[in-house]
């Protein structure tokens, strides 16, 4: 249950690939609330999460381009 890792690298990659599982089902959430509900509220929320979906996904992109450029030396 528990996770161990060897440095904060380790725990950043963990953390960011939790906030991404975290967004992703919020926004089928809100896809599934946006389908039956009477108003539009939902869709600015979704926006919201797809924006945080993003910068989680330039996060990770960015510590793998580092990772890879700290390797190559």
Same mark, same amino acid.
């Given at each position: /249950? ?7 690298? @380790?725990?950043?990659?963990? !953390?960011? +690939?939790? @906030?991404?599982? &975290? ?7 809100? #896809?599934? /609330? #946006? !389908? &039956?509900?009477?108003?539009? #509220?939902? !869709?600015?929320?979704?926006?919201? &999460?797809?924006?945080?979906? =993003?910068? =989680?996904? =330039?996060?990770? +992109? ?8 700290? !390797?190559?030396?």
């Amino acid at each position: /249950m528990f996770e161990h890792f060897n440095n904060a690298e @380790e725990t950043f990659s963990y !953390k960011l +690939g939790i @906030e991404l599982t &975290t967004e992703d089902d919020a926004l089928e959430r809100l #896809e599934d /609330m #946006e !389908k &039956t509900a009477a108003f539009r #509220e939902p !869709k600015s929320t979704a926006d919201e &999460t797809n924006e945080s979906v =993003v910068e =989680v996904i =330039v996060c990770a +992109g960015a510590l793998t381009q580092e990772n890879a450029a700290s !390797k190559n030396f």
